[in-house]
T-cell receptor, first 109, second 114 residues
Framework: GQNIDQPTEMTATEGAIVQINCTYQ??????LFWYQQHAGEAPTFLSY??LDGLEEKGRFSSFLSRSKGYSYLLLKELQMKDSASYLC??????????WGAGTKLIIKP | SQTIHQWPATLVQPVGSPLSLECTVE??????LYWYRQAAGRGLQLLFY??????ISSEVPQNLSASRPQDRQFILSSKKLLLSDSGFYLC?????????????FGEGSRLTVL
């Protein structure tokens, strides 16, 4: 079966750095997405990785290792508004998006 | 710029009643359209997707149906709601003709079936 694993919940301090991990087992791979979802709202796109390595976009970076079936989302200089769920999703060989259950990130002052 | 709207935002319906959620996209042509359901603590579940008018693919057999009467309109329906239909429903679009484009989501519709 196809599976995306990410921690259920993480806690971090305002101003700090946090890394949210995602591992996947899918039938093929055609890219990995990270989305941010605030409580009660729709997900919004953060990043897309299809090749190995690090993609940096402001305070957020996303890393991919296809050989390890592994990705992480790195959030720097955390702000209270970063409190949200972070969803990892993988496009499989049939170009279907497989979603993880999301990681709820709690930021404390 | 492209926008997506879905409505209603919230609704409370009795078991056995019908359902209609509507979604429209503006500012783009021939988009891929999707209906997802999100249950608490679980990943997004794809219900239906469409690559063109009248073309609907169903991912999960159930008492829901979808229709695409116009290029940028996507409707989710049910004739008789079940308690298990409660959840957060999300409409989304992506650029047509591409397999790996990012998804743009509507505001979501929270359905409670009593």
């Amino acid at each position: 079966g196809q599976n995306i694993d990410q921690p259920t919940e993480m806690t971090a301090t305002e101003g700090a750095i946090v890394q949210i991990n995602c591992t996947y087992q899918t039938s093929g791979f055609n890219g990995l997405f990270w989305y941010q979802q605030h409580a009660g709202e729709a997900p919004t796109f953060l990043s897309y990785n299809v090749l190995d390595g690090l993609e940096e976009k402001g305070r957020f970076s996303s890393f991919l290792s296809r050989s390890k079936g592994y990705s992480y989302l790195l959030l720097k200089e955390l702000q209270m508004k970063d409190s949200a769920s972070y969803l990892c999703a993988v496009t499989d060989s049939n170009y279907q998006l497989i979603w993880g259950a999301g990681t709820k990130l709690i930021i404390k002052p | 710029s492209q926008t997506i709207h879905q409505w209603p935002a919230t609704l409370v319906q009795p078991v056995g009643s019908p359902l209609s959620l509507e979604c429209t996209v503006e500012g783009t042509s021939n988009p891929n359209l999707y209906w997802y359901r999100q249950a608490a603590g679980r990943g997004l579940q794809l219900l239906f997707y469409s690559v063109g008018i009248g073309q609907i693919s169903s991912e999960v057999p159930q008492n829901l149906s979808a229709s695409r009467p116009q290029d940028r309109q996507f409707i989710l329906s049910s004739k008789k709601l079940l308690l298990s239909d409660s959840g957060f429903y999300l409409c989304a679009w992506s650029v047509g003709g591409r397999h790996t484009g990012e998804l743009f989501f509507g505001e979501g519709s929270r359905l409670t079936v009593l």
